[in-house]
């Protein structure tokens, strides 16, 4: 996968009676198996984003019907507005904290469970299980579970701890959503890791094993390295995805209390949906896009000094 | 023809009325389909929908938001229909309850259900606490929100229940949970047009001050994040209409008793369901058309069945005992008939959508207990002052 | 170690089994001090419900049928793409292969305004025809395509160059070998696209308004305001409803579904 993104490939095969006849029909054929994916892609993502740039720079109330070009306006209102730079504060943590606690749990979970001991595949399942659960179910359940009265609060005051009030407190909110988020999703990438984990060659471990390196230090001399590329492919899909959390704020905080867990695309629906300034919202859009960007190369340009192979 | 409403248990009536216009007026409009929305998203759907060019013709609208609504010119004009409609009788309206739906003497709204609010009491659990009935209060004229809340307190401190329950979550919906009782305060957070920021008079203050008290310090309401349902017995008193008698059993003994009073003396407040046809329909004279034949005084009793209306004529125990059988006689004429006559309407803003978030947003410092209302609601107006001086 | 699985697996486990259980509970026991797991009284009232308080089975029935449609496509499209990045030679390739690594990029709030437009303008608003579309061919599209393309990089090419001997062209290769060879990578996109479209809550929030036209999803937060009560049991009973059946799908097929994601590219 890792060499997909990278776009290192093999070599086409050689047509053997490599007549020209046969590579135009196999330039067509591959252009048409391509166009689908290319043309929606482009139809769907690309051009509807070259409007949200153009409607960036609009006032556009639609449920009065005003569409006036007001120039870089709304980006200058962007420029001066604490509420869209601190919701740009809290899809980084929000980012950060889910990427950094799902694939380390993934990992140790992945770990635990790769090893062929009775008992194992149940509890792959149970680990597994909530990512086949919907997102709105998963997250109704804790909803009752952390309210202040709830489940969890109940069992910590019989231990006699006086739990938080999960969803209400600004210091916990964010940190609780990114919590239900993991437990929601660390399956998937646990699966990822387990398959990595099973492809390092057990030759190579043995070997080092043989040469009298701790299992300790096969795990981290051997094991892990040939995994970095899975871990790059997991952490960007995961940090993608964080960008993209929507149903656990609607349903759980609506970006409170204050707007400790309002992330950008969560401001970006409020503002246009019900706020209904699509101007202002387009101009908003083109900040999150910029922000995926950017922690994308990020992670992209720091690959080489992490991830094992890597040129 | 299509409707928007925010509830599915009630198609059944409003089909029955369309289906007698459709037979009296078979030229007019061959159909008429009701659809309901969720309530919780629904004037965010219904604006995005309008937004998009797709507005059904006919849409139903709660009080908050009909000033934005009015104010925006998405609702058509009904006084040239209603006026010539044949014995609609538009006098028989009562003037209070169209006035959220009417500016400059025209109706662009009609508000089909006029319900006041009133507290629902569990008996049960005030006996437990050792508190007094509330209607022993009200006879000896004590009931008052001071009153009130220290009898939640009590339920509250002496039982799992918890003492009161506005009429929605105040923390996530201060207008839907607030709005009825700062009227008893006096309290206006705007002005009348909208366009200047109130929530730093003096009135206003001190009602935000007295609920963060009632909240951190007397305890008589749930703290943000606490949920319980009166209906399953867990809360000493709730605010709200009488269509919520329908769904209070027999589990315990329960009682229905009008607004107290406030620092300004009783105010009877009424939250409304409203109607309006939407300009941009396709045939907004048929619209306007069915929406007199829907809200003409015969279709007014049949609705009656679940909805009091804004009609003074049939304001009497008979037509409302349909709509809730729970309450006894008495119940309906000292909180609901006798409120709604001189009640005043929940306040909404015509900037409804654009201040709704902004406010929340500021408020929420204020639900800590430490939270300081003055300073709060000084926020508040600057945040703001700039989307709504421009009215 | 296993001392540590369990305590670990509680808080993946326990919400589920809490669900079940208090979808049996009175409105009242949900909340209950100190908090329990079985219901003290059984009722089957929040249950009873389900199915009145909404067209809780049509919108089973919706979701259930835009998710095999979106599944379906999903996997036409990607593995077609997929194939050609792969194995064929033509114009552009490398170029159109960075094109759609930058439309991963593009979140879906970002674009949902002119959608959105499209959609109304286009009469398909309160359809099911965007849920649909949106995610076969948008950007969501992109990772089948990358997940095809890796495992027919995978596919020995000898067992196609066979098939070439025999007369096959391009098409033949690809619908008679290298398509029904592609079982594990054809599982693992499946998998993907059927959960998240059967996720999928922001999209039907924007484009649906119709109850019988909802999905699981948005009926689900419906129960908590229809007459202005939540009715918290029938919500919960209505959401075990939604989950026992994947899970015990999942349960069943947990080989097949752990190695069809395991044998794709997804490897290092």
Redesign the interface.
Known sequence: MISAVTGRRREGPAPSGSSRRLRRIDHAVGLAFVAPVIIGVLGLGLVPFGYVIWYAFHDWNPLVGTFTWVGSANFSQLMGDSTVWASLGVTLAFALMLMVLNVTLAMVLALLLVQKLPGTTTFRAFFFSPVVVSTVAWVLIWNFLVASNGGINGVLSMLGIMGPNWLRDPDWALVTLVVIQVFKGVGMNMILFIAALQNVPADVKEAARIDGASPRRVLTSITLPLMTPTVLLVTMITLISAMDVFAPIQILTQGGPGRSTTVISYLLYRTAFVQQDFGYASAIGVLLFCVVLVMAALQWGTRKRWVHDEV | MTV?TG???HHEIFEAIAARYIEENPELVSSVSF???????YV??L????????APDIAWLMESYAAQFVD???FADLTPTFSETEGYEFDDLIPGAIELWSRDGNLYGYPFSNSPFGVYVNLDLIAEAGQENPRDLIASGDWTYDELMAAAAAVSSTT?AAGFLPHDDP??NWNGALGQMWLAWGAAPWSADGSECQFTDPEVVEFFDWFHTQVYEVGAIP???????F????AGFMMSQL??S??LGDDFEWDFVPLPAGPAGQVSVVGQGGVGVVAQSDHPEVAADFLAYFTNPESTRLLAQFFPPPRTSLLTTETLADAAPALSAEQLQSTVIDQSVEAVTKAGHPQM??I??PI???L??L?TPEGDAASVLAQVCTDIDPIISGN | MYALLIVMSVPFVYPLLWMVFSAFKPANEIFAIPPTLFPTTWTLEGVSRIFTAQPFAQQYLNSLYIAALVTIGSVVVGALAGYAFARIRFPFASWLFLFLMAGLFIPTEVTIIPIFRWVTSLGLMNTHVPLIILPVLGPGSIVAVFIFRQFFLSLPEELEEAGRLDGLGRLGLFMRIAFPLAGPAIAAVSIMKFLASFNLYFEPLIFLRSEHLFTVSLGLTGYQDHYGEPLYNTQIGATALTVIPVLIVFLLAQRQFVEGLSRTGLKG
């Open positions: 928007w509830n599915e248990g659809e309901s929305l969720p309530a919780a998203t965010d759907a604006t995005t929908q309008i937004a998009g060019g797709e925006s010119g998405v799992d923390y996530t703290l943000p994040g606490e949920e319980f349902d209906a399953s017995g867990q269509s919520m329908t769904g959508s654009q709704n978030d929340r947003v500021r929420d410092s639900w």
